[in-house]
């Protein structure tokens, strides 16, 4: 457990609203990840951040942005939120020792 | 683009009873994760194998990494339905050293009878 939350933990929205998701961490990680989990899918990787301000697209980052301005807090905004974005979303922080990922306990996410 | 392809994908299996669930992957790497998740839940780290050869063990389960073979394996001991969960293999890319992008298997769902 390294200190993770993220809020909300559910949330509902209409096609074409912007939305934030927020990942808060305790541990001071550098290291932090968003990943999409869906059916048949298993995780796939959204956005990366390697530092404050130092953030990098993963395999899937169309139609998602994120920024990092302080070592906890490294948000998700979906830009219009379509019902392909529809998901479960998992943050996670990385151990600088052991490379061990750290995952909070999700947000689900349902575009109506 | 790396592949990652675990066996089974369901698993129903025997209290008591050993199995092994396969993870193979389609490029080199030398960092492998297994995690495991409950229904609703997030994912619990088990273990992370950051070389070839590394084998690591936590009470009935065991796992290990051969990178030649780009295989790992994640070994069941006499199984109890406290196992019954679905089990992720993720495959590390590394970038600068430490930034370890993960792709994830489907995972595999395991049922444990009585």
């Known amino acids: 457990d390294a200190g993770i939350t993220q809020s909300p933990r559910h949330k509902v929205t209409e096609t074409g609203t912007p939305v934030t998701l927020r990942c808060h961490q305790t541990e001071n990680h550098r290291y932090m990840y968003w990943y999409r989990q869906d059916p048949g899918h298993g995780l796939r990787l959204i956005h990366y951040?390697?530092?404050?301000?130092?953030?990098d697209k993963g395999e899937v980052s169309d139609g998602y942005s994120v920024s990092r301005s302080k070592t906890e807090d490294f948000l998700l905004t979906l830009e219009s939120a379509t019902s392909s974005q529809t998901s479960v979303y998992f943050c996670a922080t990385q151990s600088p020792s052991s490379y061990e990922q750290y995952f909070g306990p999700g947000t689900r996410l349902t575009v109506t | 683009e790396l592949k990652v392809e675990q066996n089974p994908l369901f698993l129903s299996m025997q209290e008591g009873k050993n199995y092994t669930i396969y993870c193979n992957y389609s490029t080199t790497s030398d960092r492998l994760y297994w995690y495991r998740q409950d229904p609703g839940k997030s994912l619990e780290s088990l273990f992370v194998l950051l070389s070839n050869g590394a084998v690591k063990q936590e009470g009935r389960l065991m796992a290990s990494l051969d990178t030649k073979a780009r295989l790992s394996t994640l070994h069941i001991t006499a199984a109890v339905h406290d196992l019954s969960a679905t089990y992720f293999c993720a495959v590390a890319l590394v970038y600068g050293g430490a930034t370890n992008k993960l792709i994830f298997g489907t995972g595999t769902l395991l049922a444990v009878q009585p």
């Open positions: 951040s390697y530092g404050v301000k130092d953030t």
